[in-house]
Nanobody, 120 residues
Framework: QVQLVESGGGLVQAGGSLRLSCAAS????????MAWYRQAPGKQRELVAI???????DYGDSVKGRFTISRDNVKNMGYLQMNSLKPEDTAVYYC??????????????WGQGTQVTVSS
């Protein structure tokens, strides 16, 4: 079993920055992709950013140029640096990861989410 725990959320004024962290622990042989999603009240969950095991990244259109995803493969950590935050970035942010076990079976795991609130 694998656990993902997000941290770093909070309340910030528009234009400010936050850095989210995602700590993966448990029966991990390797982590393939890691991603951040967000869900605002009344809206569908949407992809914010994704990073592959090789470091390739992709971003949702609304955050390109403002957010940066990164990872530490040694520590099994993922990060989301969020700059120039806007009120519309307010949402619960979720980390997910595709994890391979020792038999190279792949599983998708989700964290419990962390609230980000941007005030105007």
């Amino acid at each position: 079993q694998v656990q993902l725990v997000e941290s770093g959320g909070g309340l910030v004024q528009a234009g400010g920055s936050l850095r989210l962290s995602c700590a993966a622990s448990g029966s991990i042989f390797s982590i393939d992709s890691m991603a951040w999603y967000r869900q605002a009240p009344g809206k569908q969950r949407e992809l914010v950013a994704i990073i592959t095991s090789g470091g390739s990244t992709d971003y949702g259109d609304s955050v390109k140029g403002r957010f940066t995803i990164s990872r530490d493969n040694v520590k099994n950590m993922g990060y989301l640096q969020m700059n120039s935050l806007k009120p519309e970035d307010t949402a619960v942010y979720y980390c997910n990861a595709v994890v391979s076990d020792s038999q190279l079976y792949k599983y998708l795991y989700w964290g419990q989410g962390t609230q980000v609130t941007v005030s105007s």
